[in-house]
């Protein structure tokens, strides 16, 4: 439903309600009528013709501010309904939209002044009093009060359940929203993270050999075929993580992942640094094999140290130190000597270190990295081995 359409409809089903309410008192208006002109031989008089059908009108009129003041129009078309027959409809229309309210006092306040209203209205019309019990003359008009105070509270209910269930959907929705932001973030960072490590490192490599082939003029024809065959060497691994990459991402997720890099991959690692031309040592003093989150998260640190070196610090000698052992802690070191002068640097996104400080968060690590005094650099993390 358009904005438009709603307005329209609400003024419809308030003239609606009018109607019903100005229907349900013509029976009693014209019951009276009836008992008048057989009681009078004058007819049903003025009063009958002209004074109830204003009463009932005026009582009408203040009918739509019963939203705004429901105590006040209840209670005032329940006293109005005294000298007006064909009033009933309103004040029982009133009481019944007080009652969805579902106040006690308010009620019980209005339907006291209704009875009493009905007994009032004996002695206005000039008919006979009826006989019987005070209590049987009350009987009728509070079994009519208490039908509409009934149907009132329960559509007072029914409101309630469905601005509940209203309320419940809108704050589902919200949260659900809520959830699909956090994962679509959840989901950006994981695949920037993936993607940078699995290119960052290949592609420093090549610029760094690239960067060798344009500074370099002396290198012989078999140094020049060696840079050349690791570039394309590098170019080509690249691309193929890569593909693994976006073939997760694109593929269902009954397929299996591809193999992920782990603690006895960090060798292969140092060689492929090596035969890139990085001047790269490896010491490792570890005992015992770490698990798998820990060793991937080893081999992460030295690829990241790796690329560092490669962007930040080309042509520099790259030092690796692992050691560790189950119980303690594994402690990685990675240090390299200051840059070569006049060596191009590529651009850098500066993502990488902050990627890295994501993983160690999660495995309950510390990670540290800073200038050494010789114009190198130094990262240095401790990784949990239980």
Same mark, same amino acid.
């Given at each position: 439903?358009?904005? /438009? ?79 007006? +027959? ?38 206005? =019309? ?45 704050? +589902? ?77 694109? +593929? ?51 690829? /990241? ?52 400080? /994501? ?6 690590? /510390? ?9 190198? =650099? ?9």
């Amino acid at each position: 439903m358009n904005a /438009e359409a709603a307005p329209r409809l609400g003024a419809w089903q308030q003239a609606g309600r009018l109607a019903a309410a100005a229907a349900v008192g013509v029976p009693f208006w014209l019951s009276t009528g009836v008992v008048l002109s057989r009681e009078q031989a004058t007819g049903p008089g003025s009063w009958w013709a002209v004074g109830d059908p204003l009463v009932a009108l005026g009582c009408l009129a203040v009918l739509p501010l019963r939203r705004r003041f429901p105590l006040a129009v209840a209670m005032t078309v329940a006293i109005a309904s005294a000298a007006s +027959a064909l009033a009933a409809g309103v004040a029982l229309l009133a009481l019944g939209s007080l009652a969805t309210r579902r106040r006690p006092v308010e009620i019980g306040v209005v339907v006291l002044a209704y009875v009493a209203s009905s007994q009032i209205a004996l002695g206005i =019309y000039p008919v006979e009093s009826p006989t019987g019990p005070l209590w049987l003359r009350l009987a009728l008009p509070t079994l009519i009060a208490g039908i509409a105070v009934a149907v009132g509270v329960a559509v007072g209910a029914r409101r309630a359940e469905m601005r509940s269930l209203r309320e419940r959907a809108e704050s +589902a929705e919200r949260e659900q929203l809520a959830r699909a932001a956090q994962a679509r973030a959840l989901e950006r960072n994981r695949i920037a993270r993936e993607m940078h490590d699995v290119l960052a490192h290949r592609i420093s490599l090549v610029a760094m050999q690239a960067g060798v082939l344009d500074h370099r003029a002396d290198l012989t024809a078999e140094q020049h075929r060696t840079l050349v065959r690791g570039i394309a060497d590098s170019s080509h691994q690249a691309l193929e993580e890569l593909r693994d990459v976006l073939g997760v991402l694109r +593929a269902d997720p009954d397929r299996p992942e591809p193999p992920q890099p782990s603690f006895d991959h960090i060798p292969e690692l140092v060689t492929d640094a090596r035969a890139s031309g990085m001047a790269v040592t490896l010491g490792t003093t570890v005992t015992g094999s770490p698990s798998d989150t820990v060793g991937r998260t080893c081999y992460r640190i030295v690829q /990241e140290g790796l690329t560092n070196a490669a962007k930040h610090a080309p042509g520099a000698a790259v030092d690796i130190t692992v050691e560790g052992r189950p119980g303690g802690e594994l402690r990685i070191v990675v240090r390299n000597a200051p840059a070569t002068a006049g060596a191009t640097r590529p651009p850098s996104s500066g993502f990488g270190l902050l990627g890295l400080a /994501e993983r160690m968060a999660l495995a309950g690590g /510390e990670l540290d990295h800073h200038p050494t005094p010789d114009d190198g =650099y130094v990262l240095t993390a401790c990784l949990p081995w239980p």
